[in-house]
């Protein structure tokens, strides 16, 4: 993952808007996953694209561009079928971009100490 984006923002906002951006992003990613997951379980393809879609802008807005990819496949994805197919490479991507940003948003608040 490049985290390029997330240092851009850092120069941008300052390290304590960036580790909130974090915090939040972290905690909504999670969200997203769940709601998704629950949409599976019944079917609602609208409405599991529309949760991929939102994931896959955060995501994009964070950096994090393979996970928005993943997120873009699952939110095109036609049938119930397909779609769990694809979404274990999502929770994968999430897992990835939850371990690189978690340890981000520790040195963001050791440095904020």
């Known amino acids: 993952m490049d985290l390029s984006e997330l240092h ?11 580790a909130g951006l974090l915090e939040i992003f972290l905690g909504d990613s999670m ?6 997951r629950g949409h599976l379980d019944t079917g609602d393809m609208q409405a599991l694209g529309r949760a991929a879609h939102t994931l896959k802008g955060s995501s994009l807005n964070m950096g994090a561009a393979e996970l ?3 997120c873009a496949a699952l939110e095109k994805a036609e049938d119930v079928d397909t779609a769990r197919g694809l979404f274990p490479a999502v929770e994968a991507n999430a897992a990835k971009v939850r371990e690189i940003f978690g340890a981000e948003l520790t040195k963001l608040q050791a440095r904020a100490a």
Do not use: I, P, R, T
Not at 8 to 18: F, I, Q, S, T, Y
Not at 31 to 36: A, E, G, H, I, S
């Open 8 to 18: 851009m923002l850092v120069e941008a906002l300052g390290e304590e808007d960036v």
């Open 68 to 70: 928005a990819s993943a």
């Open 31 to 36: 969200d997203q996953l769940d709601v998704m």
